[in-house]
């Protein structure tokens, strides 16, 4: 007989009806938790019988990536086995190099969620104010109830724009941070240079205006502001900026932030360790190297969304003007039927309730046939 145990096999149990818990017995989780928006991600594309698909509502790059970032990703997949550089020397150099400031004065993150939410947790006490406008990206409300802080939603003027004297006049003593997020997300339009100085002026020093580029690249109004220069000129701001976009990298979640030593350090400190991974770290830096060739990449989307918005201007719709890579159509209880039309012609857009709906300018023949469920809808 051996003597070497048998492993010993309980029969599985009927399941047990458990008694309902009272509230001294269940984990406490923080009441704010309830009260959560969701974060609606972009649907994927569903297979319709003889019809291709286009996913244009997370406002992807539709360009796969690069040969060359695909080789550094490989190169770099053989050594996950370690961890990450930490301090993200190499990649905070190169960033610092292609923003032109010091590698000090940037910190990077798990794509730029990742830092919104440090900055919020390093600025924030619970009861705290954050001013950013609405509607605007929707992690905005998450993050800042996430840190136990309180969110002041300033409404976009009727043009999809940002008020931001009324931004201004919501600074109270509690508000801590004011998001600006240029162009917005998810109507489009930037703010120019000369209202974010006007705007500027008005905010106390004290408070943190972010400034939030997560479409950049795409910006070709030459009103926008340089947001480095704004930086430069105000100790109190910070941008934000993101490889997802225009770099194609959504996938491997990194991000960066232009700011000053003591907000860069508290961004470091608040960061979740060995947060970006050494393959984004390395694809990134290989993006950076490529740039030129992406440039190419970006500037055939920026003429693609030119000949959307132009098409749809022609046949009589009145939309904000587009900065970024999407368009948004504010159609009000007609969201839905618009929606609906565009799933039926294979479009996966994203619709916000009763608000609008915001449709990513992707391959060419998407965008065409955005144009043609458009002009079917009837202009609004
Ligand atoms: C997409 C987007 C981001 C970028 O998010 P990542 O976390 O970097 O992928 C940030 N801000 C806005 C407004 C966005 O639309």
Not at 121 to 137: K, L, T
Not at 160 to 178: F, I, N, P
Not at 350 to 370: K, Q, S
Request: glycine share 6%; net charge negative; charged share 20%.
């Amino acid at each position: 007989m051996s003597t070497v145990a048998e492993p010993s096999v309980t029969p599985p149990s009927e399941p047990q009806e458990e008694p309902p818990l009272s509230d001294t017995e269940e984990v406490r989780l923080r009441a704010a938790l309830a009260a959560l928006p969701a974060y609606v991600p972009g649907k994927p594309a569903a297979a319709l019988p003889g019809q291709v698909t286009y996913k244009v509502s997370s406002n992807e790059n539709p360009y796969a990536p690069l040969e060359s970032v695909q080789k550094v990703v490989a190169e770099s997949a053989a050594t996950i086995n370690r961890y990450p550089d930490m301090a993200v020397t190499a990649l905070t150099a190169r960033i610092a190099e292609a923003v032109g400031v010091s590698p000090e004065n940037v910190a990077t993150g798990t794509g730029s969620v990742g830092l919104l939410s440090h900055v919020v947790q390093a600025m924030c006490d619970a009861g705290d104010e954050v001013v950013y406008a609405w509607r605007s990206f929707e992690a905005y409300p998450i993050v800042v109830a996430v840190a136990g802080a309180v969110s002041v939603q300033v409404p976009l003027g009727p043009d999809g724009r940002h008020r931001l004297d009324a931004m201004a006049d919501a600074v109270t003593d509690r508000t801590k941070v004011v998001i600006v997020c240029t162009p917005n997300n998810p109507t489009g339009p930037s703010v120019t240079a000369a209202e974010l100085d006007a705007f500027l002026a008005r905010v106390p020093r004290t408070v943190l205006v972010v400034l939030d580029e997560a479409y950049l690249e795409f910006v070709t109004d030459d009103a926008a502001p340089d947001a480095v220069a704004v930086w430069r000129a105000h100790p109190n701001v910070m941008v934000l900026r993101t490889f997802s976009k225009a770099y194609g990298l959504a996938g491997l979640r990194v991000g960066y932030a232009v700011a000053h030593p003591r907000v860069a350090a508290a961004l470091r400190q608040t960061a979740t360790p060995f947060g970006v991974s050494s393959i984004a770290q390395a694809a990134a830096i290989a993006s950076l190297d490529a740039y030129g060739e992406l440039r190419e990449r970006v500037t055939a989307l920026v003429a693609e969304r030119e000949r959307v918005s132009a098409g749809l201007a022609e046949q009589g719709w009145r939309l904000p003007a587009s900065q970024a890579n999407f368009v948004w159509f504010p159609l009000g209880a007609e969201s839905a039927a618009f929606a609906a039309a565009c799933d039926a012609a294979g479009l996966v857009v994203r619709r916000y309730g009763d608000d609008g709906v915001r449709v990513t300018i992707a391959e060419p023949e998407a965008n065409t046939r955005l144009l043609e469920v458009a002009r079917s809808f009837g202009p609004r």
